[in-house]
């Protein structure tokens, strides 16, 4: 790993840990507000504010664990790890939200009374943190599928507090404590949506699915647009790890030296970077040997593995 890999990842790992101690550090004050309330959205939030800590903390650890050196049982070290925190993350996210819609119905049966006062104040206390994180690791949770899914979490506990707020404006207004649950059913639903996503995404990539993102069918057309390359089949796109796509294919090539294959190999490998961002290739040529316009021909394929990473 460079430097600059590195040293970025010490700074995600020191913004992590300060979001994971105020995210805990509020959970206690908001859950107190919420039993005192007795409001299910402001307890439901609370309990997602461990969620999020425990996603912060997942998010952190994956990142030390990545940075892991490869062994004999892992030739690929521990980069796969990321993808596997963001789905018990999302899987966790999704769990969380059933129980709440459990306990939400059972409110719209027999509604209580909740202090609509306190749940204004632990709201928009909550509103301020959770946005703040949220724009806080932003950047970083478009690069990283394993981050992005702990931002989620963040940015649902954000709306939900912003939904509240007006749940508690709302009962203030009208006297009626209906609204505590609405806010929990409706915020219940948009993590299940946002969830969605996240485990559509690392369920594909535990697959061995294509990354999101990237075309095969581009790839390959890219690839065969190359001078010097008459073919490409065998084509596999892959992730080794957040935001780090692998591939493999075999090219066919005309009948050319070993210099001219490598010069080949570094143009594929610069065009694949800077295009696709994979940076992890394996590439194997196979050698045509007659004019590919002859339709009587049938080549023989010779191979020469090449791999760069």
Same mark, same amino acid.
């Given at each position: 790993m460079s430097h600059e890999a590195t040293h970025h990842r010490a700074a995600l790992s020191r913004k992590l840990g300060i979001a994971t101690a105020l995210t805990l550090l509020f959970f206690g004050v908001e859950l107190g507000i919420g039993i005192y309330a007795n409001s299910l959205a402001l307890i439901g939030d609370a309990f997602h504010n461990v969620t999020d800590a425990i996603a912060l903390l997942l998010a952190m650890f994956v990142i030390h664990l990545e940075r892991r050196p490869p062994t004999r049982g892992k030739t690929y070290g521990y980069q796969k790890a990321g993808i596997l925190a963001a789905f018990v993350n999302a899987? @966790?996210? #999704? =769990?969380?939200?059933? %129980?709440?819609?459990?306990?939400?119905?059972?409110?719209?049966?027999?509604?209580?009374?909740?202090?609509?006062?306190?749940?204004?104040?632990?709201?928009?206390?909550?509103?301020? @943190? +959770?946005?703040?994180? *949220? @724009?806080?690791?932003?950047?970083e949770g478009r690069r990283d599928v394993n981050v992005r899914s702990a931002v989620i979490h963040l940015f649902g506990d954000a709306l939900a507090s912003a939904g509240v707020i007006v749940g508690a404006i709302l009962i203030r207004i009208t006297g009626s404590p209906i609204y505590d649950p609405v806010v929990s059913v409706l915020f219940g639903l948009l993590i299940l949506v946002s969830s969605y996503g996240i485990?559509?995404?690392? &369920? +594909?990539?535990?697959?061995?699915?294509?990354?999101? =993102? &990237?075309?095969?069918?581009?790839?390959?057309?890219?690839?065969?647009?190359? $001078?010097? #390359?008459?073919?490409?089949?065998?084509?596999? &796109?892959?992730?080794? =790890?957040?935001?780090? $796509?692998?591939?493999? !294919?075999?090219?066919?090539?005309?009948?050319?030296?070993?210099?001219?294959?490598?010069?080949?190999?570094?143009? &594929?490998?610069? @065009?694949?970077? /800077?295009?696709? /961002?994979?940076?992890? *290739? *394996?590439?194997?040529?196979? %050698?045509?040997? !007659?004019?590919?316009? /002859?339709?009587?021909?049938?080549?023989?394929?010779?191979?020469? =593995?090449?791999?760069?990473?």
């Open positions: 899987a @966790m996210l #999704v =769990g969380i939200t059933a %129980y709440l819609l459990l306990e939400a119905w059972d409110r719209f049966r027999q509604p209580e009374t909740v202090d609509s006062f306190w749940m204004l104040i632990a709201a928009g206390l909550a509103l301020i @943190m +959770n946005g703040t994180i *949220t @724009m806080w690791l932003r950047r485990l559509r995404e690392t &369920i +594909n990539l535990l697959l061995e699915g294509t990354p999101s =993102g &990237i075309d095969p069918v581009a790839v390959t057309q890219d690839l065969a647009a190359e $001078p010097g #390359v008459y073919g490409v089949h065998h084509l596999h &796109i892959w992730a080794l =790890g957040p935001s780090r $796509p692998a591939l493999s !294919c075999h090219l066919m090539l005309g009948d050319v030296t070993l210099k001219s294959a490598g010069e080949v190999l570094a143009r &594929i490998t610069t @065009m694949l970077a /800077d295009r696709y /961002d994979i940076v992890h *290739t *394996t590439i194997q040529f196979e %050698y045509v040997g !007659c004019a590919i316009d /002859d339709p009587l021909c049938v080549p023989e394929p010779q191979a020469v =593995g090449a791999e760069r990473s």
